[in-house]
């Protein structure tokens, strides 16, 4: 089943997502061209990027990996990008990963940041130890040269046990999805709000292997489309015993960050909602859902803290999605899971989404966000029909977080609404 | 007393062809279509020979964003700046991209 946002998407969306990614880029590049070649940081972006000038649009958005895209974005909405020494060859390092296959033979790319660093080339499993400085070599399709402070090393990267093996692995030898858990500057946002699970990724790519495969005998269409633009997952420590952290990022469209302990239905459930996310990313990218109000923000059901109306519309849309992926899930008997607890886990989100588009100002959204709103409500009155519930009953843990949300934030308590005559939020 | 005269310049066969890959559709959904092409026909054009494709463009830009279809603005503004960007740079070559 197709979101609202996926259907966007699907009609002219991604058309226009995709024309931003590579105008982005090759505005980059075109300075690069006119980068002075004197030795500076700016003479190795010149370089480098020089590399990708004879790759089409369409090898360029193939091969291109949501760290790559990622640091174009950092680089274009710098100034003085030609003096950003450590963004350009982040760049440069992601842009090598991502095109290596594409690539001519011989092609290479130096690397120098100003600082000894390791170098991390996530698309091909490579970590280099740090360095000052290095310049990366495609030999052939398989043989990566690495000529490091001074010293050279072959790597055959068809060969698992090389020393260089970074932390990732291919869930399926079929499929495009890896998990990966390299905490590095170059492929992660910058205010992370997460750690990286350390250990054996195996079993947690085992159990993303099997989420995947639940989700498509649950709803093909949904699986189709999570394959299609979710190809890194990454696991998270959990922060505490019964707190599992998941995100995904603005710019990292492409990755979903979710709890390692997860499994079954509530990984198929955390993917979904990770996935819709992204999905909503990539739409913001080029359209505008909401109206310019900086200052202004809301209470979610989901969150202790207050948010701004594309973030709470961005609750509604994941937790809406989650909910037709319950029923959906239902729906299905060759799956076994616990299927009263997500019953009554949909109708607490069910109860959430009423009151979450309760505190969304209807003339802050643009269209596309009332559009986006109005499916939304659609599927929560259907919701509200099948599940029967009445408008009037909220489960105590929603009235409690509500009550609490107003006790720690008293500035926003003004653009607080609440149900009409349903019981009031309690402590 | 003289009679001021309004000329209103015709729009260039690129830019007349640009405007009409707009779609604005009901939901509000709004974006170039063809948009890499444009942007790749458009990197081959020598700046200043077609500037005043870039400027046309530019102005476009500007009637979007006033009308509130920013997606549409920013994509425009996206296309004029491949040319006035070389326009701006006296040194820098204006052939070709």
């Given at each position: 089943m197709k979101s609202i946002a996926g259907a966007m998407l699907d009609q002219g969306g991604w058309q226009a997502y995709e024309g931003r990614l590579l105008e982005r880029l090759w505005e980059l590049m075109d300075e690069a061209r006119d980068a002075p070649a004197d030795g500076s940081s700016a003479d190795a972006f010149r370089q480098g990027l020089g590399e990708l000038e004879g790759l089409e649009a369409s090898d360029l958005l193939v091969g291109g990996t949501p760290f790559f895209w990622m640091n174009v974005h950092r680089l274009y909405g710098s100034e003085r990008r030609g003096a950003q020494a450590q963004m350009i060859r982040d760049l440069l390092m992601t842009g090598f990963d991502a095109y290596f296959q594409a690539l001519p033979k011989g092609a290479g790319v130096t690397l120098s940041g100003g600082e000894r660093r390791t170098l991390i080339l996530p698309k091909l499993g490579v970590v280099i130890p740090a360095v000052l400085q290095a310049h990366l070599r495609r030999r052939s399709s398989h043989i990566l040269e690495v000529e490091a402070d001074g010293s050279r090393h072959t790597l055959d990267l068809s060969q698992h046990s090389h020393p260089w093996r970074a932390?990732?692995?291919?869930?399926?030898?079929?499929?495009?999805?890896?998990?990966?858990?390299?905490?590095?500057?170059?492929?992660?946002?910058?205010?992370?709000?997460?750690?990286?699970?350390?250990?054996?990724?195996?079993?947690?790519?085992?159990?993303?292997?099997?989420?995947?495969?639940?989700?498509?005998?649950?709803?093909?269409?949904?699986?189709?489309?999570?394959?299609?633009?979710?190809?890194?997952?990454?696991?998270?420590?959990?922060?505490?015993?019964?707190?599992?952290?998941?995100?995904?990022?603005?710019?990292?469209?492409?990755?979903?960050?979710?709890?390692?302990?997860?499994?079954?239905?509530?990984?198929?459930?955390?993917?979904?909602?990770?996935?819709?996310?992204?999905?909503?990313?990539?739409?913001?990218?080029?359209?505008?859902?909401?109206?310019?109000?900086?200052?202004?923000?809301?209470?979610?059901?989901?969150?202790?803290?207050?948010?701004?109306?594309?973030?709470?519309?961005?609750?509604?849309?994941?937790?809406?999605?989650?909910?037709?992926?319950?029923?959906?899930?239902?729906?299905?008997?060759?799956?076994?899971?616990?299927?009263?607890?997500?019953?009554?886990?949909?109708?607490?989100?069910?109860?959430?989404?009423?009151?979450?588009?309760?505190?969304?100002?209807?003339?802050?959204?643009?269209?596309?966000?009332?559009?986006?709103?109005?499916?939304?409500?659609?599927?929560?009155?259907?919701?509200e029909q099948v599940l029967e519930l009445g408008k009037g009953t909220i489960l105590e843990a929603v009235r409690a977080h509500a009550h609490t949300w107003r006790q720690t934030n008293p500035d926003y308590v003004q653009n607080f609404r609440w149900p009409e005559g349903a019981p009031a939020p309690v402590g | 007393m003289e009679s001021a005269e309004k000329s209103e310049e015709a729009l260039a066969p690129q830019v007349r062809a640009i405007l009409d890959d707009v779609v604005i559709k009901e939901d509000g959904l709004a974006f170039v279509n063809n948009y890499v092409d444009w942007v790749m026909t458009l990197r081959k054009l020598p700046a200043k020979e077609h500037s005043r494709v870039f400027v046309q463009l530019a102005v476009l830009a500007r009637q979007f964003s006033a009308a509130g279809c920013k997606p549409v603005a920013s994509s425009l503004a996206s296309l004029a700046r491949i040319g006035l960007g070389r326009l701006a740079k006296p040194k820098a070559p204006d052939g070709p991209r």
């Open positions: 932390r990732t692995l291919k869930i399926s030898a079929e499929g495009a999805e890896t998990v990966m858990a390299v905490p590095d500057a170059a492929l992660m946002a910058s205010d992370v709000n997460g750690i990286f699970a350390e250990g054996d990724l195996r079993p947690f790519a085992q159990r993303v292997g099997q989420a995947l495969q639940w989700i498509q005998t649950i709803d093909g269409e949904l699986c189709a489309s999570i394959h299609k633009l979710i190809h890194w997952y990454v696991p998270l420590n959990m922060l505490s015993p019964s707190l599992h952290p998941s995100y995904s990022e603005r710019d990292l469209v492409g990755v979903v960050h979710m709890s390692e302990a997860y499994e079954g239905i509530r990984l198929c459930e955390s993917i979904v909602h990770e996935f819709h996310h992204n999905e909503l990313h990539a739409l913001q990218c080029t359209q505008e859902l909401t109206r310019n109000d900086p200052g202004a923000v809301f209470y979610s059901p989901w969150r202790p803290d207050p948010r701004t109306l594309s973030g709470l519309l961005h609750a509604l849309h994941t937790f809406c999605a989650v909910v037709k992926f319950h029923e959906a899930a239902e729906a299905v008997r060759e799956i076994d899971f616990d299927r009263p607890g997500i019953r009554q886990r949909r109708a607490k989100f069910c109860q959430m989404l009423r009151i979450g588009m309760l505190q969304v100002p209807a003339e802050n959204l643009t269209p596309l966000g009332s559009r986006i709103l109005q499916a939304i409500e659609a599927d929560v009155v259907h919701q | -």
